[in-house]
Structure formats: structure tokens, C-alpha cells
């Protein structure tokens, strides 16, 4: 029988090898991370309940106004539907809104006894780059995400349920998916973070990483 730490916040360190999941969204105004500009970006923060389960646990998302010089590509903002003119979008300075999002990660890695955060995200080294990217030109110090390792949603759901993309892979694992929702960094957070939950629950109920040896 199947029993769990006294304290499950501090069993999620054990889980993941030191390391926190934090699932990871940005929208952009291309492929490039040195040149074109981030234009939003979310995060949820992941917990393990007393069954031993991930669930969602806090999201928080930013909007950002483009670094001086950035190229911001029109096919980009098509794609994404962003108006970076929009007067109720109310963006804040890229260094501000990763520090701000940053705190309650650090402070999670405390609470959940984690050496630091890994990131989780759809097609992951994309993000991992532009907040890679950003980080370094805001000359932020403390960066709680590890710097090149990630998990990957992408080849997680391919493994999983044979779809790799984001959208397919939450039909595939009854995960409800607007598409007219999509490409909101936040929305595409949110899903990735359940499909990702799905994906780490439904191995442990096939047997997967058992809480007891």
C-alpha cells in the first residue's frame, strides 16, 4: 500500500530529482530570442496534493513591452492575435515582469524543499531561450529555472498519446482545448500545465515511480 510523506510539499522535491516543475508560456514576436521581442509570458506553479497527485496549484502571467530594438515580425503578431497598441494591455518592462514572476517561484522552491524550479513547457527549449534570453538582458541574478534542462511537453504527449501538438494532445487525453483561446500565453499555459499533470499522474497510476520501494 502506497503511503506519502508526512509532508507533501516537501515529497515533491523527491519526485522530480531536487527539482520544481513550473510550466512556462511565452508569446513572442518571432523565432528569434536575441532579436525578436517577448511580448507575454505565464507561468503555473505545480503542487502535489496528499494522494500524491500534481495539480495547479497558482498562474501568473505578464504582458511585456518589446525591449528597445526588438524586431517584432507581423506574421508573428497574425499568428498570436496580440495588439502590442492596445491600450488596456498595460505591458511592464520585460526585467520587471520576470522578477515579478520569479518571486513566488523562488519562494516555491523553498517551501517544496527544491534545489531550484525546471521548466515545463510545450516545445520547451523555445521558451526556455526567450526567458533565457531575457534574463541575460535585464541582468536578472537570481533566475530560479535550471538554465538548459527542461520538460518537454511535446515529446511527453508524443510518448503518451501520439499527438504532439499541444492542441491534439489535450483532445487525446480528454483535456477540454479552445482553439480560440489559444495563443494566449496564459490559456496555453494552463493546458500545457494539465496535460503535463495527466501525463505524471496517469504514469503513477499505471505504477510508474512508486512513492514506496
Not at 21 to 44: M, R, S, Y
Not at 187 to 196: S, V
Amino acid at each position: 500500500m502506497e503511503k506519502l510523506h508526512e509532508n507533501s510539499d516537501t515529497f515533491m522535491a523527491k519526485r522530480f530529482r531536487g527539482f520544481l516543475p513550473v510550466v512556462i508560456d511565452v508569446e513572442t514576436g518571432g523565432f528569434d530570442c536575441q532579436k525578436n521581442a517577448l511580448l507575454e509570458v505565464a507561468a503555473v506553479i505545480l503542487e502535489m496534493n496528499s494522494q500524491g497527485k500534481l495539480q495547479i496549484k497558482e498562474s501568473l502571467s505578464k504582458n511585456i513591452d518589446p525591449f528597445p530594438g526588438a524586431t517584432i515580425e507581423d506574421s508573428a503578431l497574425e499568428f498570436t492575435g496580440i495588439d502590442i497598441y492596445d491600450p488596456e494591455r498595460m505591458p511592464e518592462e520585460e526585467g520587471q515582469a520576470l522578477r515579478e514572476i520569479f518571486q513566488p517561484i523562488r519562494r516555491e522552491v523553498s517551501i517544496t524543499g527544491c534545489t531550484r524550479a525546471i521548466m515545463v513547457a510545450h516545445n520547451a527549449h523555445f521558451d526556455l531561450g526567450f526567458v533565457n534570453a531575457a534574463v541575460n538582458r535585464t541582468n536578472i541574478k537570481r533566475n530560479p529555472f535550471h538554465p538548459f534542462s527542461c520538460f518537454d511537453t511535446s515529446g511527453l504527449a508524443g510518448l503518451a498519446f501520439g499527438q504532439t501538438v499541444l492542441a491534439k494532445a489535450c483532445e487525446a487525453a480528454q483535456i477540454e482545448f479552445n482553439n480560440r483561446d489559444a495563443h494566449s500565453a496564459l490559456y496555453d499555459t494552463i493546458k500545457t500545465a494539465e496535460l503535463f499533470c495527466t501525463i505524471v499522474n496517469r504514469w503513477k497510476e499505471l505504477g510508474g515511480w512508486p512513492l514506496t520501494k
